[in-house]
């Protein structure tokens, strides 16, 4: 719309953005005990914990970022603020587009449901209406290679194929930005493959994506540009290339 | 602790009621969902919709026409079953709402929709249940011979202030449920409570003539009261509501559904921290 700006805005931006979490160690199981923390000067005090903190990151359109760390460093966090299923305590998160909202492959499947009614109901909760279902559904099914099993209840599925069917729903819902969870964690060597080629697909649609993963070979081939978390900071930030190297070089071989 | 997080974009805009519409095919899954889960792996499926409310309401009607008959009221077994049938309605909300949240932690935390579908869902299918009941009561009708009239289509604006009702106790529930998990528990002793404080065994009538002014009053301000008299005025009796007892039913109605939904909107952002 503007001439006379150069650059495109940011499709994701992190303004000094912080989580904190209370750790309760025991709910309040009286009310009294409630309205006693509510009235009294003063706060018990609970363990507080920050999941992520003083967090400024802008990711353009099109960009493709891997977020790297051990457990507990705050990827997760910052995946669920991307997607705003939680709201910072600090700071701002502001996301223009579309999310592929979906945190965790095959979230919300029910066991009970075949992959088919299973498909309906995750693609519709994500946004979809049913003419868009509709138009995916054969693609869906047949991404996840699973036209056998498509009416057995998914209780039956291996996780393999809970995961490709997961991985074909959250896909083929067309969003600007997806966001990307340890998806390769299950899943054969071939169906990675496919993964991978699919989430380049993407890339080159010029689709933003955030992707997580503990594997630094796959994060290497997806993403251009790496954020290393550690305890909820950001320790280093660059080129792919650059922050594997020295984020695997700490790791014992 | 500054809260400065008005910008975050998720796919719910905010306004509940277009929330529904933009996702109803997401809430149309949800309620089939509802019934396929339930009726799964049941010889007889479906048919235990009707199956039932005619074995619940149907004992009903052979105890008191038979066992323990009244002559005071006339058609006692309809009498009852129209205060029964709005009570189960209630109940039969009331109780999947306020855990329906909680139950829900994986699709809160892992997928982004407006929470307000989840709710609305176990409301929508309890509703789909209650026009089978409402079915069984037809054929009950028909059985003792009831006159049709036009009066009978006050059913229609009665179910929808209940439905105002249980959509706004629903929302206030379920979101406390999420401090308090002691609130679902809680709730089944509040519903039994409940049953005997409801005119379903008794009718308005007597509760005026025994109850002071000031506890009559108080007495009306549950809806169900109001809802449930003006049933039994229009197929009974053919008589218009009765401004007395509706009247604090509708006002109820609405005021709760208006808390429950400014409760509901101004805490579903943080709910999910405390799943």
Redesign the interface.
């Given at each position: 719309m503007n001439s006379t700006t150069h650059t495109e805005p940011p499709i994701i931006r992190f303004r000094s953005v912080g989580k904190?979490?209370i750790l309760q160690k025991q709910?309040?199981?009286l009310?009294h005990e409630?309205f006693h923390r509510l009235f009294s000067r003063r706060q018990r005090r609970d363990d507080e914990f920050w999941a992520v903190r003083d967090i400024d990151i802008t990711i353009a359109r099109g960009e493709s970022l891997g977020l790297v760390g051990g457990n507990g460093a705050g990827k997760s966090t910052m995946m669920?603020?991307t997607?705003?299923?939680?709201?910072?305590?600090?700071?701002?998160?502001?996301?223009?587009g579309r999310?592929s909202?979906?945190?965790?492959l095959g979230?919300?499947f029910?066991p009970?449901?075949t992959g088919r009614?299973n498909i309906?109901?995750n693609a519709?909760?994500?946004?979809?209406?049913?003419e868009e279902?509709e138009a995916q559904y054969k693609s869906i099914v047949d991404f996840s290679e699973l036209h056998n099993f498509i009416d057995v209840?998914i209780r039956n599925y291996s996780s393999g194929m809970h995961v490709r069917l997961g991985f074909a729903v959250a896909t083929h819902i067309d969003p600007d930005i997806l966001l990307m969870d340890e998806v390769l964690a299950v899943g054969d060597q071939n169906f990675q493959q496919k993964c991978i080629t699919r989430i380049l697909k993407f890339r080159d649609d010029g689709k933003t994506i955030l992707f997580v993963s503990h594997n630094a070979d796959a994060v290497k081939r997806l993403c251009q540009r790496v954020i290393w978390l550690e305890k909820g900071r950001i320790k280093m930030q660059g080129p792919a290339e650059e922050v594997l190297a020295a984020y695997t070089s700490g790791m014992p071989k | 602790?500054?809260?400065?997080?008005a910008?975050?974009?998720?796919?719910a805009t905010g306004n509940m009621l277009v929330d529904i519409w933009?996702?109803r095919?997401?809430l149309?899954?949800?309620i089939?969902?509802d019934f396929?889960?339930r009726y799964?792996?049941m010889s007889l499926g479906i048919a235990w919709s009707v199956l039932n409310p005619l074995i619940m309401l149907g004992v009903l009607v052979v105890v008191f026409s038979y066992i323990h008959t009244n002559r005071v009221v006339e058609n006692f077994p309809i009498f009852l079953l129209l205060g029964m049938i709005p009570f189960n309605f209630y109940s039969l909300c009331i109780a999947p709402t306020t855990g329906c949240i909680v139950e829900n932690t994986?699709?809160?935390?892992?997928?982004?929709?407006p929470r307000i579908?989840l709710p609305v869902s176990v409301v929508c299918s309890q509703t789909i249940q209650l026009l089978f009941q409402l079915l069984v009561l037809g054929i009950f009708l028909a059985i003792f011979k009831v006159p049709l009239s036009w009066y009978w289509l006050w059913l229609i604006p009665v179910f929808m202030i209940e439905l105002l009702f249980i959509f706004g106790m629903g929302l206030i529930l379920a979101t406390i449920n999420v401090y308090?998990?002691?609130v679902q528990y809680l709730v089944h002793s509040i519903l039994t409570v409940m049953f005997w404080f409801t005119p379903i065994f008794y009718s308005v009538t007597i509760v005026k003539k025994s109850l002071s002014p000031l506890l009559y009053w108080i007495y009306l301000l549950n809806p169900l009261t109001g809802c449930i008299d003006t049933l039994r005025r229009a197929i009974l009796d053919h008589l218009p509501p009765n401004p007395e007892t509706i009247g604090p039913a509708i006002i109820m109605a609405i005021g709760t559904a208006i808390t429950g939904a400014l409760v509901f909107s101004s805490k579903s952002?943080?709910l999910?921290?405390k799943l």
């Amino acid at each position: 719309m503007n001439s006379t700006t150069h650059t495109e805005p940011p499709i994701i931006r992190f303004r000094s953005v912080g989580k904190r979490y209370i750790l309760q160690k025991q709910r309040p199981f009286l009310l009294h005990e409630t309205f006693h923390r509510l009235f009294s000067r003063r706060q018990r005090r609970d363990d507080e914990f920050w999941a992520v903190r003083d967090i400024d990151i802008t990711i353009a359109r099109g960009e493709s970022l891997g977020l790297v760390g051990g457990n507990g460093a705050g990827k997760s966090t910052m995946m669920s603020l991307t997607a705003g299923t939680i709201s910072p305590t600090l700071g701002q998160v502001t996301v223009t587009g579309r999310i592929s909202g979906l945190l965790e492959l095959g979230a919300g499947f029910h066991p009970d449901l075949t992959g088919r009614e299973n498909i309906y109901l995750n693609a519709s909760l994500l946004g979809l209406c049913r003419e868009e279902v509709e138009a995916q559904y054969k693609s869906i099914v047949d991404f996840s290679e699973l036209h056998n099993f498509i009416d057995v209840p998914i209780r039956n599925y291996s996780s393999g194929m809970h995961v490709r069917l997961g991985f074909a729903v959250a896909t083929h819902i067309d969003p600007d930005i997806l966001l990307m969870d340890e998806v390769l964690a299950v899943g054969d060597q071939n169906f990675q493959q496919k993964c991978i080629t699919r989430i380049l697909k993407f890339r080159d649609d010029g689709k933003t994506i955030l992707f997580v993963s503990h594997n630094a070979d796959a994060v290497k081939r997806l993403c251009q540009r790496v954020i290393w978390l550690e305890k909820g900071r950001i320790k280093m930030q660059g080129p792919a290339e650059e922050v594997l190297a020295a984020y695997t070089s700490g790791m014992p071989k | 602790m500054a809260q400065d997080n008005a910008t975050v974009k998720t796919h719910a805009t905010g306004n509940m009621l277009v929330d529904i519409w933009r996702y109803r095919y997401a809430l149309h899954n949800m309620i089939l969902k509802d019934f396929k889960v339930r009726y799964r792996n049941m010889s007889l499926g479906i048919a235990w919709s009707v199956l039932n409310p005619l074995i619940m309401l149907g004992v009903l009607v052979v105890v008191f026409s038979y066992i323990h008959t009244n002559r005071v009221v006339e058609n006692f077994p309809i009498f009852l079953l129209l205060g029964m049938i709005p009570f189960n309605f209630y109940s039969l909300c009331i109780a999947p709402t306020t855990g329906c949240i909680v139950e829900n932690t994986t699709l809160m935390k892992k997928i982004i929709f407006p929470r307000i579908i989840l709710p609305v869902s176990v409301v929508c299918s309890q509703t789909i249940q209650l026009l089978f009941q409402l079915l069984v009561l037809g054929i009950f009708l028909a059985i003792f011979k009831v006159p049709l009239s036009w009066y009978w289509l006050w059913l229609i604006p009665v179910f929808m202030i209940e439905l105002l009702f249980i959509f706004g106790m629903g929302l206030i529930l379920a979101t406390i449920n999420v401090y308090f998990r002691d609130v679902q528990y809680l709730v089944h002793s509040i519903l039994t409570v409940m049953f005997w404080f409801t005119p379903i065994f008794y009718s308005v009538t007597i509760v005026k003539k025994s109850l002071s002014p000031l506890l009559y009053w108080i007495y009306l301000l549950n809806p169900l009261t109001g809802c449930i008299d003006t049933l039994r005025r229009a197929i009974l009796d053919h008589l218009p509501p009765n401004p007395e007892t509706i009247g604090p039913a509708i006002i109820m109605a609405i005021g709760t559904a208006i808390t429950g939904a400014l409760v509901f909107s101004s805490k579903s952002r943080e709910l999910t921290d405390k799943l």
